[in-house]
């Protein structure tokens, strides 16, 4: 009988083990760890009680406001083509030539697509000491998209990549999104599909529906800012869909293909989450005098500036 407990006993011990070492870690923003999401009691959950306050209208959750400084960051987004696609005029990557355009710019936080892995640290060190690099991989573990960000963001959370899978006999390949939460903003950066309209509106609403659940209304005081290349046209259903949940925030300026640009394909949004913000000024860039900015890529970045209060 004892032997029988005893064993029973490690049994179960081992099971638990086993558990702790396969389990993996949900990876939730800050903000909600230890809320329901996680299998805790959200202090806002339901005890089941009836208070008879109930007039059957659906109440919008306040979102929490920033107590800071009006801060303004001036967001760019750039497709580099793995910082190759002139290499062999150049004879070398392109990391000097794209350094040398967004410090022109001016822009302080960058979202890279067609990056491969390590090259968003190799591109911070060009711009500069104390500039942080984040990968997300898309199709498989060295390619996908980068972020990259100047010394005074901090960063509070870099999450792994939100996989954008195939959805049809057209979609080229599986994309991604890449997400790091900063002190005052949310970043992320995505590249969808060149092939299929399905796979790009299934991009939209896998997108979506990440960022409203983790940074909707009532969730968050931090704006959340989406970038990438899009791979159509503002016409397109893709960004009509965008528009649902999202903020078209850049300009309506053509950024591919360099030297010669005939559509805009690159896009900066903002969330509809409550968060209060003012839209700035907006352009695709052309032309800059530091370097030749045909030889960076064979995109042209486009930024947006976007106002908004400081967390503290």
């Known amino acids: 009988m004892k032997k029988n407990i005893l064993l029973s006993l490690i049994l179960v011990c081992a099971v638990a083990c086993v558990g702790k070492v396969d389990l993996p870690e949900y990876d939730t923003p800050p903000h909600l760890q230890g809320t329901e999401q996680e299998g805790g009691k959200d202090e ?5 009680k009836d208070d008879g306050k109930d007039d059957g209208k659906e ?6 406001e920033a107590s800071g400084a009006p801060m303004t960051v001036r967001f760019i987004s750039y497709n580099v083509g793995k910082f190759a696609k002139y290499e062999k005029d150049l004879g070398h990557k392109s990391y000097p030539e794209v350094a040398a355009v967004i410090n022109e710019i001016g822009g302080t936080v960058v979202g890279l697509n067609e990056t491969n892995s390590g090259q968003a640290n190799e591109l911070a060190k060009a711009l ?5 690099g984040y990968f997300a991989y ?3 573990a060295t390619y996908g998209n980068s972020i990259v960000a100047a ?3 901090k960063v509070v959370k870099e999450y792994s990549r939100i996989a954008i899978p195939k959805v049809d006999a057209n979609t080229s390949e599986v994309r991604s ?5 900063y002190e005052d903003f ?9 092939m299929s309209i399905e796979a790009r509106k299934s991009g939209v609403d896998i997108i979506t529906k990440w960022a409203l659940e983790n940074y909707g209304p009532g969730k968050t005081s931090k704006p959340v800012i989406l970038l990438g290349d899009m791979n159509c046209i503002p016409a397109e259903v893709t960004i009509t869909k965008f528009k649902e949940n999202w903020d078209w925030v850049s300009a309506n300026e053509n950024t591919f293909p360099c030297p010669n640009p005939t559509k805009c394909i690159d896009f900066v949004f903002v969330l509809k989450n409550g ?5 700035g000024d907006s352009h695709a860039v052309h032309s800059t005098t530091t370097t030749d900015i045909t030889k960076a890529s064979d995109h042209y970045p486009i930024y947006a500036d976007i106002t908004f209060k400081a967390q503290k």
Not at 59 to 64: G, K
Not at 128 to 132: F, L, N, P, S, V
Not at 186 to 194: E, G, K, M, N, R
């Open 128 to 132: 500069g000491t104390g500039w942080t």
């Open 186 to 194: 949310v970043f992320c950066v995505t590249h969808l599909d060149h």
């Open 44 to 48: 806002g959950e339901d005890d089941g």
């Open 151 to 153: 010394p005074q963001y």
């Open 138 to 140: 898309a199709a498989n």
């Open 275 to 279: 968060v209060e913000y003012t839209k």
């Open 177 to 181: 999104l890449g997400v790091v939460e």
């Open 59 to 64: 109440e919008t959750p306040s979102t929490p």
